[in-house]
């Protein structure tokens, strides 16, 4: 193999090696054609799209990048070893009992992975400073390698086996990647045989019906193959078809797969999926819009704008200082270190929020010049804020991404945007999001459309209890890694912060792959002005007869939770988790109650009986009005990712945890609790709140209604899980009521049906009300005086969505 130095470059070769940008090199004649026709132009773009550009090799963080690029390469090229039914040894393909088991999953993605590491290698013989830029040698290995599987696995004759992914996205997106790459070193021929073998595992039906397979993220990935066999083999009808296929994207939908008016994203079904395969849908729109720009098969669907809006109504809520919220990424969760490869990088909230950053920006290409500003705005905070792993060197990024970041953080004309604040509600996914001064947090639910958890895949086995409650929170400048360090392996899987389970014990992947598990229940959502929420949740366990009545209410410092009817009849003990908070390998934070300093060694537990408040250093506090008996426990726990994926690392990992937990008892009748969260506060400032006794008023903590009041904000929430009176409030029926009193004499009164069910629904305010300024048209009818007296109509088809009325006070 010759070395860079010794190799004798064309011109145009050695210009483009040297002008700065990462761009592939023109090794052959088609694209030194003085006339370049269209499908050679969107071959240069594609390339230019997965190899970056505006960068310069010889300066950090890029010259580090594409040396591991070129060392990774190395090793693949050193270890290729082409033999019957695999072309690494470690990559065996030949499925001896083809079928869709678990082995034969496998099977398909050594398949697919073998495909993954040829673009790795053409990736490091395009791209210039890796150490093998334009080596023949290699190029001939890629050639090789390709015809190889061409020949052995992936070609026309051959019969699916294993996932579906593998054959129809995941080998033929790094095929057709590798066919653009190294385009002028295949022949007519060979390009013939692979794209033969692309119709036959992706043909036209692929994308014929918006269906099964073919929704959402993955009719995107779906569509890109398409698009790319259409420029490879220059075929106007294939890009066409790739592009008209798109259009089914766009719209907002009412059930299943896709984008939802209030900002959802829904995949296979059931799951929210905003971090995962959400992901993957924004990658991938950018990709295409970017790559048929200015051609003759633009995409100009106006429903594409409905993409546009999402930015900010679906993914921006759940980013939060450059990671994207755990509650949206599924099965991904459990994808930390693979046994394949326990030396690479873990897995974890921050290396899954950097990519949508970088898709952000490159979708900002195509959209507006008011939104591609905004936009980069919105990323340069999040980049600047992610002090636990910050973008530009995250190990994982790929350069194209890294590229696109790098050139925002340099831009000086780009000022960093704050966090976007106020809450946002998702009833059609069972989410929250809330945002306070110096902290977010994020609530996870289920309902009869939602799934407890996904698990699929061997993945993300212990899941179970995701949605039963749990909230997860960050601070500004403080815990940002709380769920990045090894958090799913080592966590106990029964006691996740903000749920209430039964300790019946569950088996791995317990209710079923896909999120088959739903809960039969409707009330399951919330009421917000924007600002502040209430939010509730009827919950019945996964596989088990516990039923309980949780609210939360999100205030500016505090989260009031609220639990009630909670009973059980498992025969075994039921808790509810105030906290269960990952301190890292030392776990050394202090831990007061009331005052008094609990020892920081482990392991330590202590029931903690009348307790009126506990701090947590580094962290929060926490206040229990009127007092509680709650159990305080500080310990080690060790897992391994392989524990909670069958594909993960055996290695044994070990965490330290504080968990506060309330102990219901053994088949617990109408038990209840009630605390209050404070993310951020010091031991001062969460005294003070609990010796503020008046500072909220538990207006009703029942099986039938649950409520609180904080008069110094102007704030009442009360979720009704049945009509009846709570405080000044009366509703004829189920529905949660937020109301905010603003010192301008006027009020919003927030107003929602979470089960979807009510035609009418009345109101009232025992508050004098002078004039209502606004109501939606949901609204059929408002009286005013002493008292207001609201009239809902049908509301069965507001989606649950809140509906906000303002009136003037008297």
């Known amino acids: 193999m010759t070395t860079p130095r010794s190799r004798t470059w064309s011109r145009r070769a050695f210009l483009a090696a040297g002008s700065g940008g990462a761009v592939a090199l023109g090794l052959g004649t088609s694209q030194a054609s003085a006339v370049p026709d269209a499908f050679a132009s969107l071959r240069a773009k594609w390339r230019t799209l997965i190899l970056g550009e505006g960068f310069v090799p010889a300066v950090e963080p890029f010259r580090s990048r594409l040396a591991d690029l070129g060392g990774t390469a190395s090793g693949y090229l050193a270890a290729m070893a082409p033999a019957p039914g695999s072309l690494w040894p470690d990559l ?152 008209d296929a798109l259009s089914p994207v766009f719209p907002y939908v009412t059930s299943g797969d896709g984008l939802y008016a209030d900002g959802s994203f829904v995949q296979h079904t059931s799951v929210p999926y905003t971090g995962s395969y959400g992901s993957v849908l924004l990658g991938g729109l950018g990709l295409l819009f970017a790559l048929l720009a200015g051609s003759g098969w633009e995409v100009t669907d106006p429903r594409r704008q409905l993409v546009f809006d999402a930015v900010e109504r679906a993914w921006a809520p759940f980013l939060y200082n450059g990671l994207v919220m755990d509650g949206v990424a599924g099965r991904a969760v459990s994808r930390g270190l693979a046994a394949a490869d326990p030396q690479q990088v873990q897995q974890d909230d921050h290396l899954r929020g950097h990519p949508i950053l970088a898709s952000i920006v490159l979708l900002g290409q195509g959209a507006s010049a008011a939104e591609n500003a905004r936009w980069r705005g919105l990323v340069k905070g999040w980049m600047l804020r992610d002090y636990y792993s910050p973008p530009l060197a995250d190990p994982v990024l ?52 939602i799934t407890y958890y996904e698990t699929g895949n061997g993945e993300n086995l212990r899941g179970w209890h995701t949605g039963a409650g749990m909230l997860y929170w960050w601070g500004d400048t403080f815990a940002n890694g709380q769920y990045s360090d090894a958090f799913w392996p080592t966590v106990d899987p029964y006691r996740l912060p903000g749920t209430t389970v039964s300790r019946l014990v569950l088996a791995d992947a317990a209710g079923g792959d896909w999120g088959a598990a739903r809960p039969d229940v409707n009330w399951v959502g919330g009421a917000s002005d924007g600002q502040r929420a209430a939010v509730g949740q009827y919950l019945k366990g996964l596989r088990s007869t516990l039923l309980a009545k949780k609210s939360w ?91 909670v994926n069958k594909g993960g690392a055996s290695t044994v990992l070990t965490r330290k945890y504080l968990t506060l937990y309330v102990d219901h008892g053994t088949d617990p009748v109408g038990a209840a609790y009630a605390y209050l969260l404070l993310p951020g506060a010091t031991a001062d400032r969460t005294r003070a709140r609990a010796d503020d006794t008046g500072w909220v008023t538990v207006l009703a903590n029942t099986d039938d209604q649950q409520g609180v009041t904080v008069t110094s904000l102007g704030f009442t929430g009360v979720n009704f899980w049945s009509g009846g009176t709570v405080g000044t409030l009366t509703s004829s029926g189920p529905c949660s009521v937020m109301i905010s009193e603003k010192g301008d004499g006027t009020a919003v009164i927030a107003v929602s049906d979470p089960t979807r069910m009510r035609t009418s629904l009345t109101l009232i305010w025992r508050r004098a009300v002078t004039a209502v300024v606004s109501a939606p048209a949901t609204v059929a009818s408002a009286a005013t005086g002493a008292a207001l007296t609201l009239v809902f109509g049908d509301l069965t088809g507001t989606a649950g969505a809140t509906q906000r009325i303002m009136v003037r006070l008297g």
């Open 92 to 243: 065996v393909y030949a499925d001896p009992e083809p079928d869709t088991d678990q082995e034969s999953y496998g099977y398909s993605g050594n398949m697919n992975t073998s495909y993954t590491r040829l673009s790795t290698l053409a990736q490091a013989y395009c791209q210039p400073g890796t150490g093998l830029t334009g080596d023949p040698g290699l190029r001939d290995a890629i050639v090789a390698g390709l015809d190889h599987l061409h020949d052995d696995v992936y070609h026309a004759g051959q019969a699916r086996y294993g996932n579906w992914y593998s054959w129809q996205i995941g080998a033929p997106q790094a095929l057709l990647d590798v066919c653009v790459l190294l385009y002028d070193a295949l022949s007519a021929g060979q390009l013939a045989g692979y794209l033969a073998a692309v119709d036959h595992f992706v043909p036209d039906s692929a994308v014929s019906s918006y269906s099964g397979t073919s929704t959402g993220a993955n009719r995107v990935d779906l569509c890109r193959v398409l698009a790319l066999r259409g420029v490879v083999g220059a075929s106007a009808a294939k890009v066409a078809l790739a592009r």
């Open 553 to 643: 209410f999100f205030l500016d410092d505090t989260v009031a939770c609220l639990g009630a009817g909670i009973s059980c009849a498992d025969g075994t003990a039921v808790e509810t988790t105030v906290e269960n908070r990952n301190l890292g390998p030392t776990g050394g934070a202090p831990f007061t109650v009331d005052g008094t300093a609990e020892p920081t060694a482990s392991p330590w537990s202590r029931t903690l009986a009348g307790a009126r408040w506990a701090h947590l250093g580094g962290h929060g506090g926490y206040v229990f009005p009127g007092g509680a008996t709650v159990r305080a426990l500080r310990e080690a726990r060790d897992g391994s990712w392989s524990a």
């Open 398 to 449: 790929g350069l194209p991404h890294l590229a696109r970041l790098m050139g925002v953080r340099g831009d000086g004309s780009v000022p960093a945007l704050a966090e976007p604040a106020g809450h946002r509600l998702f009833p059609c996914m069972a989410r929250a999001t809330h945002r306070g001064p110096g902290w977010s947090a994020a609530l996870s639910m289920a309902d009869r459309r």
